[in-house]
């Protein structure tokens, strides 16, 4: 049996990655726990409708069995960044590796580093990625607030946006 909830979290993948053949988790699902093992989901290149330059991103666990969150792992090249948009539940974003930067709309470019802990709130524009010369790589969680839905995407962050100018 799989997760048919698996398929609310291909969908928001779709979002981020529209050529994204549909994703399905060959787990069982039921009262035990289950263990999304390791090499099970493969990586997909964000779209360069979502995102300006190489982003890579890892599902690692979908909305399923009434939890709302979701997560996976991007790793952005440097240079690298998503398009501002804005999470209708929020996200707390986990810098595992390297130095990236993340701006709320109106506010500063601001450095994040490995062990960075970011929370956004639901509903502010914002956009995250690596800095201009080293790659970043964080673990993104977002609650849906109908199924599939974690992330609404807006314009691409320009050079001058960017380089905080
Ligand atoms: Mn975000």
Redesign the pocket.
């Known amino acids: 049996m799989k997760y048919d909830k698996f398929l609310g979290f291909g969908l928001a993948l779709a979002l981020m990655c529209p050529s994204l053949p549909g994703i399905s988790f060959a787990a069982e699902t039921g009262k035990s726990q289950t263990i999304v093992r390791c090499g099970e989901q493969p990586s997909v290149q964000g779209s360069e409708k979502f995102f300006t330059g190489r982003a890579r991103i890892t599902p690692l666990y979908p909305a399923a069995n009434g939890m709302r969150s979701s997560g996976g792992s991007v790793t952005f090249e440097p240079g690298a960044r ?1 398009n501002w ?1 804005v ?1 209708p539940v929020g ?1 707390v974003l986990i810098v595992t590796d390297g130095v990236g930067r993340t701006q709320e709309w109106g506010g500063p470019v601001r450095e994040i580093r490995a062990g960075d802990v970011i929370i ?1 709130p639901a509903g502010v524009k ?1 956009w ?1 990625g690596a800095s201009p010369a080293t790659a970043m790589t964080h673990i993104s969680v977002c609650e849906e607030n109908e199924p599939g839905r974690v ?1 609404d995407w807006m314009e691409a962050v320009t050079d001058e946006q960017y380089a905080g100018k």
């Open positions: 998503s948009h999470h996200q956004c914002h995250h992330v």
